[in-house]
């Protein structure tokens, strides 16, 4: 059974930073596009950071040039850094592993860690 565990979150001060892992166990994350994604109260989840098992990266516009996503194929791990953090991103942020065989689509999710951005 394949399994995604968050962790790294908390409550931070305005510019402060954090750093996300999600680690895998149950699979190899090397062949799948992991992504980061958050959902705050009210709002729907959105897409933060993506990254292929090439390792290319694409940001949401509102991240861009603050947060950092980079994986460790060898802790089948994934991290996400996060820097200049401020209020709005307060939410919870999930873990997503996502990759097609044939038709098949495997689509994992982590529980999630709640980031806190407040004075």
């Known amino acids: 059974q394949v399994q995604l565990v968050e962790s790294g979150g908390g409550l931070v001060q305005p510019g402060g930073s954090l750093r996300l892992s999600c680690v895998a166990s149950?699979?190899?994350?090397?062949?799948?596009?992991m992504g980061w994604y958050r959902q705050a109260p009210g709002k729907q989840r959105e897409l933060v950071a993506r990254?292929?098992?090439?390792?290319?990266?694409n940001y949401a516009d509102s991240v861009r040039g603050r947060f950092t996503i980079s994986r460790d194929n060898a802790k089948n791990t994934v991290y996400l850094q996060m820097n200049g953090l401020k209020p709005e991103d307060t939410a919870v942020y999930y873990c997503?592993?996502?990759?097609?065989?044939?038709?098949?689509?495997?689509?994992?999710w982590g529980q999630g860690t709640q980031v806190t951005v407040s004075s």
């Open positions: 997503n592993a996502r990759r097609w065989v044939g038709a098949h689509n495997y689509n994992y």
């Open positions: 149950g699979t190899v994350l090397s062949a799948y596009i």
């Open positions: 990254i292929t098992s090439g390792g290319t990266t």
